[in-house]
């Protein structure tokens, strides 16, 4: 009698033990369920237009299920009733990473939850309800592939760029500041930072520079760096720090801005209303400064960094007679002042005959007996980035002459009826006799005749 108790305790236990695993298998299954699949979509109606999850958007975030369920979200279905208020109240549900640090905040992004599109680049359907009161599934989304190329080749729309700008001026400052940047740009970094300490910008002893005084060093350019170290790699270039370059997200408005903050003075005075201003050029398309030496400085590397843009004068200075820009010997920033001119042309004079003559000064004058052209402009006959002809001339004499002088007044083929050219037009041409082109001092010189 004794035994057969005990093997019905025996049996009684097992079966408590089996239906305890059985429970335990349905809870584990049932939670899984609940949660969102990193390759799947969810529609929930509510508001103007139904609210789309997508699993693989927050995957491709680093998160996994339990970071939501259950410290967000209960595993209940249906727990989670987002009123209107709760969008910035910002403590709970969606908006406890959605409020503008982890993730974008609800204000000025309704579209991106309502409806608009779905994170996989699928148009988001309109939630309808069928007769047994479900929604339908949701359209199939894009590959993987598909959009994480559409992600990373996705532009900031230009209200967005200045919505971002404006909050990284209300973000605070980082609490270690440089030692912070330097953990990540270091000298295996895409952009490293560590030649930066062998320039002026960042001498300690100078109170103008970022790093002087009790200036915030890097962060004095790039602008508050919080939300720059708390976002994810994706991230880093779109909005959460102000770069620099022409290929920037930041709008070349703001990069300037931060440059002229120190750069307003001498050379760069007349920079606003420039012509490189109003063509919306950044100061770090031309100017590199996390190096030992800005390339745009040095004489020789000068001209490779304005020819960038400038191709029609770089095609002339490969022609036969030309300024010795390409030895070094010439600069771009000698005859030219990028940052603003008095005239036109991005002169470093007011006029382009007062600059050449600074260089050609046997050319300037006064003189007894003046030559028109030379008096008002040399481009009149010289081409000065480069051309086929001798001394930069725009054309070959006596065409070039012959342009203002009429030959009418001044026979240019022989008299004796023969068609050859006249000896006038052979070798030099009009300079056989009128040696004094740009003027003379000789009391017989009316006609530059010497």
């Known amino acids: 009698m004794g035994m057969v108790k005990t093997r019905w305790k025996t049996r009684e236990a097992a079966s408590a033990f089996l239906l305890f695993f059985a429970a335990l298998c349905a809870i584990v299954f049932a939670a899984q369920a609940l949660a969102v699949p990193d390759d799947e979509e969810l529609v929930f109606e509510g508001g103007p237009k139904p609210v789309i999850f997508s699993g693989k958007a927050h995957a491709d975030k680093g998160l996994v299920c339990k970071d939501c369920h259950t410290g967000i979200f209960k595993r209940e279905k249906g727990n989670a ?152 790699k994706d991230e880093k270039r779109g909005g959460s720090i102000i770069n620099f370059g022409k290929n920037a997200w930041t709008p070349v408005k703001d990069q300037n801005e931060k440059c002229l903050t120190c750069h307003q003075t001498h050379q760069r005075i007349e920079w606003k209303g420039s012509t490189h201003e109003f063509n919306q050029v950044a100061c770090a398309s031309c100017h590199s400064i996390h190096v030992v030496k800005d ?41 030219h002042n990028v940052h603003g001119e008095d005239g036109t042309g991005l002169l470093v004079k007011a006029s382009l005959r007062e600059k050449c003559v600074s260089c050609h000064a046997e050319k300037r004058g006064p003189f007894l007996w003046e030559h028109a052209p030379v008096a008002e402009d040399c481009m009149l006959c010289h081409a000065p980035h ?17 342009q203002c002088h009429d030959p009418s007044g001044h026979p240019s083929t022989r008299l004796d009826g023969s068609k050859l050219p006249s000896a006038y037009l052979q070798v030099k041409s009009c300079l056989n006799c009128h040696s004094a082109v740009h003027g003379s001092n000789h009391p017989s010189g009316s006609t530059l005749l010497r």
């Open 81 to 232: 009733k987002i009123a209107f208020e709760d969008h910035s109240a910002g403590k709970q549900y969606c908006f406890a990473c959605h409020n503008g640090t982890k993730a974008y905040a609800p204000e000025g992004n309704c579209n991106k939850c309502h409806g608009n599109k779905s994170p996989s680049g699928a148009p988001a359907a309109p939630a309808v309800k069928d007769e047994a009161g479900k929604a339908p599934a949701p359209v199939p989304a894009a590959g993987p592939a598909a959009v994480k190329q559409a992600a990373s080749t996705a532009p900031v729309a230009p209200m967005s760029k200045a919505a971002a700008v404006e909050r990284l001026k209300q973000t605070p400052f980082s609490k270690e500041g440089v030692n912070t940047c330097v953990g990540c740009h270091d000298e295996d970094n895409e952009y490293p930072i560590f030649p930066l300490f062998k320039t002026k910008h960042a001498a300690a002893a100078d109170p103008r520079t970022p790093f002087g005084g009790a200036n915030n060093k890097c962060e004095s350019c790039h602008g508050p760096g919080s939300i720059h170290i708390k976002a994810k």
């Open 295 to 335: 390339p745009v400085r040095d004489r020789l590397q000068q001209p490779r960094v304005c020819l960038t843009c400038h191709k029609s004068e770089e095609s002339e200075l490969h022609l036969r007679s030309r300024h010795p820009v390409r030895e070094g010997k010439v600069a771009c920033s000698d005859c």
């Open 386 to 402: 480069g051309t086929n002809q001798p001394a930069l001339l725009n054309k070959r004499v006596p065409q070039l002459c012959q």
